[in-house]
């Protein structure tokens, strides 16, 4: 059984694990941002203005589809196992 003496551990680890979490997240948005300026930099140079207008285009499309394919397979996984066990209301 949990004692008051635990309960307080518990929830001392718990907020330590969320502080850790929130600062690792931050740490990955400047990670990303540091990352992607540079990539954008490189590219700048190396394939010129027009070029990487191109690759930046096809990047957004390709990061819009896979937005939508993901909640498209979901969609999917459950109305297909919902109507494999017959869970679906039947409208008349």
């Known amino acids: 059984m949990y004692t008051k003496g635990n ?15 929130a600062i690792m997240s931050v740490v990955q948005i400047v990670v990303i941002g540091i990352v992607l300026f540079i990539l ?18 096809v990047l957004a499309t390709t990061s819009v589809t896979q937005i939508a394919s993901f909640g ?9 196992l919902d109507g494999a066990c017959g869970t679906l209301k039947q409208t008349d």
């Open 40 to 57: 954008y930099r490189f590219l700048l140079n190396t394939i010129g203005v027009e070029q990487l207008g191109i690759w930046s285009l």
């Open 7 to 21: 309960e307080n551990k518990v929830v001392k680890m718990q907020r330590r694990q969320i502080l850790i979490n």
């Open 72 to 80: 498209l397979s979901g969609s999917v996984v459950k109305f297909v």
